[in-house]
C-alpha cells in the first residue's frame, strides 16, 4: 500500500530581523531573486518531490502570503488528494486550550491535526517556510523508512560562531541523533570537524504515531514554550524515539551535477541581501534554470522587459543583474542587481549591488548601490543613497551591520 505523506508549510513567522521588509508582510512572503517569493522554494521542493498535498500554516500579517498562495497555487479542483491550502489560526482547539493564537511550532501542528486525521497520512513532512534551498524531500523520505525512524531531521554543517541560531544536533557513526541542543550558547562540535557544527534545517519527517503522541503531551504542558526544537524534538530523544539526521549534503537534485550544499536562513538584511547577490554571479551555486527542478511562482503576465538609448553615457544596459517581466531599463546603468516587475531606472543614473522591488522607480541622475529598495517607492532626481550613511539613516532608513540601506515601503523622499 502506497505511504501517505502529507506536507505542512511554517508560514507564521514574524521575522523581526528583517523589517521593515516585514513591517507589512510575514517572513514567507518576503519577495526574493526578481520574481519569487520566499515561501515558493519549500511549495517547489514539496511538489518538485512529488508531495501533492500541502498545507500551508499562517499567522503573522498574512494577507500578502495569502494572496500570493491564491493567485499562483492552484491544482484542478477533480484531483481530491493534490492542493495546497492555507490555513489561518482559527483557535480550533478553543474548548481546550482557550482563546489563544498559535503558541509555536509545534503548536501550530497541534492545533491542526484534525487535518492529518482527515487526510490519514502516514507520514507528516513538517518544513520551514521561511528558507533558500532545494531539497528532494522524496529522498528524505525513503531514507527515513529504510531506516525505520520515529522522526528524521534534515541536518546542515554551519560554522561553530552561526550556530547558536539553530538547533544543535550530536550523532553517532550511523547518524543516529544522540543530542539535541536548541540555539545553545557553546554549541557542540563536530566530532571530526571541531569548526562546524551540524545544524538543524527545521525540516521534519514524523511517523504520525510519534507526532500525535508527542504534541498530545506537549499540547498540554503548561511549562512548554510549544517549539519543535526547544521542546518536543529535546523530550523524543530523552523519551527513546528514534531519531535520525538526514544529510541534506546528500540530497540528489535532477539536473544538478555538483553537491547540493546551498541552504540559506535569509533571517537578517545581510544574509538576506547576499542571498539574491549569490544569483547575480556567473555560474551561481543556487541555479534558477534547472530544467529539470523547475521554480514556479505566480505568473502575473508582466510585459518583458526593456532596455531604450544608446547613446555615450545615456546607454540602458543591465550586467550580472536579474530582471522580472515589465523592467524598464531606460538610459540607466544596473550592475550587480536584482530588480522585480515594473521598476524602472531612467536615464544618467546608477544602480548597483541593490534590490528593486516592484514598481521601484530610480529618477535621472540618481546613484544607488548596497540599497533594498520596498515596491511603491519614487527615488527623486539626483539621488544618492548608499554612498553617505549618515544621511540615509537620517532618512529614517535602516542601516544593517554590513552597510545595506533600506528603503521601507511606500517611503516617499521630501
Partial sequence: MAIRTLG?????????RLAPLTSKRSKPAVPFGSKYRII??????????????????????????????????????????????LVPAQQYRFEELGAVWYRGTADAVYQNMHLVENYDADLIAVFSGDHIYKMNVDHMIQQHLDLRADISIAAYPVPVAE???????????????????EKPKDPSTMP?????????????????????????????????????????????LRDGYHLHAYDFHKNPIPGNDRPNTYWRDVGTIDAYHEANMDLVSVNPEFDLYNPEWP???????????????ESGDRTGRALNSLLAGGVIVSGGTVRDSIMFRRSRVNSYSEVTRSILFDEVEIGRHCRVQNTIIDKNVRVPAGTKIGFDLEE?????FKISDNGIVVVPKGYRFD
Avoid: C
Fill in 8 to 16: 505542512m508549510i511554517l508560514a507564521g513567522g514574524q521575522g523581526s
Fill in 40 to 85: 515558493d522554494f519549500a511549495i517547489n521542493n514539496f511538489i518538485n518531490s512529488s508531495v501533492y498535498s500541502i498545507y500551508v500554516l499562517t499567522q503573522f500579517k498574512a494577507q500578502s502570503l495569502t494572496e500570493h498562495i491564491q493567485r499562483g497555487w492552484r491544482f484542478g479542483s477533480f484531483l481530491a488528494d493534490y492542493f495546497i491550502m
Fill in 163 to 181: 550556530a547558536s541560531r539553530f538547533g544543535v544536533l550530536q550523532v553517532d557513526n550511523r547518524n543516529r541523533i544522540t543530542q539535541f541542543q
Fill in 192 to 236: 571530526d570537524r571541531p569548526e562546524m557544527a551540524l545544524a538543524s534545517m527545521g525540516n521534519y519527517i514524523f511517523n504520525r504515531k510519534a507526532l500525535e503522541e508527542l504534541l498530545e503531551l506537549d499540547g498540554r504542558d503548561d511549562t512548554s514554550s510549544h517549539d519543535f526544537g526547544k521542546d518536543v524534538l529535546p523530550k523524543a
Fill in 295 to 309: 521554480l514556479r511562482t505566480v505568473n502575473t503576465d508582466s510585459p518583458p522587459a526593456k532596455f531604450v538609448h
Fill in 392 to 396: 540615509d539613516r537620517s532618512r529614517g
